[in-house]
């Protein structure tokens, strides 16, 4: 059986930075396991409520095909005898939104839908917690990821889940944009069970920037004599002895901070203030 899956959620887009995403909470043990799905220059799907998790993988192949927003919410509802009991959320290639939902899921529930944005929600406190992600979402600016966590907040001040809070995830892609530019997956937090589920996916998207971030590279500091020397003894002090760049590089890779760091001529001030606050 279908499992209930209780939450608001939001896919959305960045046409500007190709990135797609979705962002959901739910009192659901491990919601990011089941809604989000995303695809870099093909879309973002969120599928719950009587959840369809097929929905995710059979609309993104619809959506490759070039299907828009709507026609893959079209086909995917008529082709399920259980879509009355279903929610669903499509942004396509275009940042054309489409958003679905059955007759018979639980209230509050229902959905709104922009441009590069498709909002929905069930058993939810009123209608408020969708229309709080959408205004929050139009009115945002900064990157996908962080728009998407700011969608979060503004639903929960709202009124949020009638049941209360569990869990949470945040999903955001585009192509080469991942580790080492070898993945399409930007960032992929879960929140599987937590009382303060949106402080701690805020927790982790932080901890992430941190050791995947990118600093302008107009910001990096030029490693001069002194600064130079400081890393060294600095480095030293932890136990990573010898050439400066090669003792750097070895701290840096085992602190995980490694995706932060080109050479030793300059060095990312994010760097910079962890090494000092660990020796």
Excluded at 139 to 148: D, F, H, I, K, Q
Excluded at 200 to 207: C, D, F, I, N, S
Excluded at 224 to 231: H, N, W, Y
Aim: glycine share 10%; net charge negative; proline share 3%.
């Amino acid at each position: 059986m279908a499992r209930n899956i209780a939450t608001y959620s939001i896919a959305a887009c960045d046409l500007d930075a190709g990135q797609w995403g979705v962002a959901t909470q739910s009192k659901f043990l491990a919601v990011g396991s089941v809604v989000p799905w995303a695809e870099p220059n093909v879309g973002a799907i969120a599928t719950q409520a009587y959840a369809n998790p097929r929905y995710g993988p059979e609309g993104l192949a619809l959506l490759r095909e070039g299907h828009s927003a709507e026609e893959v919410v079209e086909r995917l509802t008529s082709a399920d005898e259980g879509r009355d009991q279903r929610q669903l959320g499509i942004v396509d290639r275009e940042g054309r939104g489409a958003s679905f939902t059955g007759g018979e899921c639980l209230d509050w529930a229902g959905g709104k839908t922009g441009r590069c944005y498709a909002a929905q929600g069930n058993i939810l406190v009123s209608p408020e917690t969708v229309d709080a992600i959408a205004a929050s979402f139009e009115s945002s600016s900064g990157t996908l990821a962080e728009r998407l966590l700011d969608c979060l907040d503004a639903a929960q001040a709202a009124g949020g889940d009638r049941r209360g809070q569990q869990s949470a995830a945040l999903l955001v892609v585009e192509k080469d944009g991942g580790y080492a530019k070898l993945s399409d997956t930007i960032v992929e937090l879960r929140v599987k069970d937590h009382e303060r589920q949106l402080e701690e996916l805020r927790r982790l998207y932080r901890l992430h920037e941190a050791l995947f971030g990118e600093t302008p590279r107009d910001e990096w500091l030029t490693v001069d004599d002194a600064l130079a020397d400081e890393l060294q003894k600095r480095l030293a002090k932890l136990g990573y002895d010898g050439e400066l760049e090669d003792a750097f590089g070895r701290w840096a890779g085992n602190v995980n901070l490694e995706e932060r760091v080109d050479g030793i001529a300059e060095i990312d001030p994010v760097v910079l203030e962890e090494l000092r606050e660990l020796s």
